[in-house]
């Protein structure tokens, strides 16, 4: 990764242009060319260093609710268990810890039923039975903002 590649991903955590030609933009401010910083984009997400490009939204505004997941996952169900939770549209994060519960995810659904509908379903699939449903009563958001220096 390159000054330019980190000029790139400092210009995109906050504040995407939403225009037609978003990279056009970002391109026009960091003095580059639109097809170099759409091809250093795709480079930096297949390399890992970029998970998604996307909005966040408050869940609350949309009528939908939120919930923390944590779940006691044996190590050879790991593998298993992370790719079902991940097929859920409303799983916005997904993480390994160190811990007697070593996987958590957030769950966004348009109701609480339905995220304990699917938790269900994933238990059912996986045989993990020990998942912990932790919804959102009080949400605090922060807005995280990267600074990614030169490394040097």
């Known amino acids: 990764m390159d000054d330019i590649d980190r000029s790139i991903l400092n210009r995109i955590q906050s504040d995407f242009p939403i225009t037609s030609r978003p990279f056009l933009s970002i391109a026009e401010e960091l003095g580059l060319d639109e097809a170099d910083v759409i091809k250093r984009v795709s480079q930096l997400k297949e390399d890992d260093i970029?998970?998604?490009?996307?909005g966040n939204f408050f869940p609350e505004k949309l009528g939908h609710v939120s919930t923390l997941c944590a779940a006691k996952v044996p190590e050879d169900k790991i593998d298993?268990?992370?790719k079902k939770v991940n097929c859920y549209p409303g799983v916005t994060h997904n993480y390994l810890r160190e811990d007697d519960y070593n996987?958590?995810?957030t769950f966004?659904?348009?109701s609480k039923e339905e995220i304990e509908n699917?938790?269900?379903e994933i238990s059912e699939d996986t045989g993990v039975t020990e998942i912990l449903n932790l919804p959102a009563t009080r949400v605090f958001k922060?807005?995280?903002q990267f600074d990614v220096k030169s490394g040097s």
């Open 80 to 82: 298993l268990f992370a």
């Open 142 to 144: 922060i807005k995280a």
């Open 108 to 110: 966004i659904s348009p």
């Open 50 to 54: 970029i998970r998604r490009i996307g």
């Open 118 to 120: 699917n938790l269900k």
């Open 103 to 105: 996987i958590w995810f």
